[in-house]
């Protein structure tokens, strides 16, 4: 495979003669729109016979709400190992709440493609944000924590789930081991009746970091306890925060380097962000909101706008600026270079594989460009 970076001047015909492929497979893995318009520094793939003869195996899970689109899922799942449905809460109780929408055609198709459907199980509170109360509530009692316990094994056998994976964040500090304890205590419940368990960790860079969102996460005892963990390595630039990558690669390459003094490498799977941000500007703090915006949406508004497309050498990230109704923006989102970016991550530490929040947007070229390097594991639940 081959990733070419638009010049001026070229079109998708010029491309194709050029490099020996034709332009139906320039539109088609690159998700193109009739007229076709590229933009300067937009980065293409093109599919060629240069594949590794060899491919390292990885484990892909991908997280998805039950409104997803089924052609969007179908074309998804063939590249995933498992599906994390996204999401199941609880009570002060301990009481299992079920997602609105009605997850068992998520569960057929999993399996169909040869993927184990996966419970998420978060900790949202009414404003249906994430909540530590609650979280406190659910540790610090061996009876609450017992009836959750015990709905998830009901859950996950009527429902035909194959596993748990645990997110629950801005644990406070005094719930740290609490929490992995309730980690392990789940372990043991689905390890009884032939289940795995994941938990979402936040993207720590040190023992000792300070923030509500890391001092509740202890990296090797939460490793010890479930079957592999997910890095959450995104969200550096977020909605309130100011532009700038979601998920630079310098910043990623400190949480593996601290990650794998605690975690076996084996047990780590990257984190991946499908999705950017468009922040309007000038960035005024708790001001300004950015909005979500998919990568493949990213490179059409810039063709809208007439925008050209920049690198960021240092973050592995592309940008761009454009000015609407007199209001200047700035976007960043991810591309196939900086997915190869994080490919050559998880390769050169030898990780477990990766974990995409969320797959509601298809990015076919990032599918194709990851199956071309890594071997996808299977399997069959």
Do not use: C
Request: proline fraction near 5%; avoid cysteine.
């Amino acid at each position: 495979m081959e990733i070419y970076v638009v010049k001026a001047g070229d079109t998708v015909y010029g491309i194709a003669r050029g490099h020996s492929v034709t332009p139906e497979e320039i539109i088609y893995v690159n998700q193109l729109q009739e007229p076709y318009m590229l933009v300067v520094g937009q980065a293409l793939l093109l599919l060629t016979n240069d594949l590794p003869d060899e491919k390292p195996l990885a484990r892909i899970n991908g997280y998805a709400y039950p409104f997803i689109k089924d052609w969007i899922l179908n074309e998804t799942l063939p590249y995933l190992t498992e599906l994390s449905v996204f999401s199941y809460g609880f009570t002060m109780e301990g009481e299992i709440i079920p997602p609105a929408l009605d997850d068992s055609f998520l569960i057929r198709q999993a399996y169909m493609f040869g993927a184990l459907p996966i419970l998420t199980l978060t900790p949202f509170g009414p404003d249906g944000q994430f909540n530590n109360h609650l979280i406190h509530s659910v540790v610090q009692s061996q009876e609450v924590s017992g009836s959750l316990v015990a709905g998830l094994v009901d859950t996950v056998t009527d429902k035909g789930y194959a596993g748990i994976d645990i997110d629950f964040e801005y644990i406070l500090a005094e719930d740290r081991d609490a929490f992995t304890a309730f980690v392990w205590k789940v372990s043991k419940a689905m390890h009884s009746i032939g289940r795995q368990v994941s938990v979402a960790l936040a993207p720590k860079q040190s023992a000792g970091q300070k923030g509500l969102l890391y001092e509740g996460k202890d990296y090797r005892g939460l490793s010890e306890a479930a079957d592999y963990v997910l890095l959450m390595t995104y969200e550096w630039g977020y909605t309130y925060g100011p532009p700038m990558a979601v998920a630079p690669i310098s910043q990623v390459r400190k949480v593996v380097d601290y990650a794998i003094t605690e975690i076996p490498k084996e047990k780590i799977r990257l984190g991946i962000p499908n999705y950017g941000y468009d922040w309007p500007l000038p960035f005024e703090k708790g001001t300004t909101k950015a909005t979500t915006i998919g990568n493949v949406e990213a490179v059409r508004l810039a063709a809208m706008q007439g925008a050209e497309i920049y690198f960021d050498e240092e973050a592995k990230a592309p940008y761009f600026y454009y000015e609407e109704e007199g209001t200047q923006h700035e976007v960043w989102f991810e591309d196939v270079r900086s997915m190869q970016a994080k490919f050559d991550l998880i390769r050169e530490y030898g990780l477990n594989g990766a974990g995409y929040w969320q797959i509601m947007r298809l990015f076919r070229a990032n599918w194709i460009l990851l199956s071309g390097q890594f071997e996808i594991v299977k399997q069959e639940g």
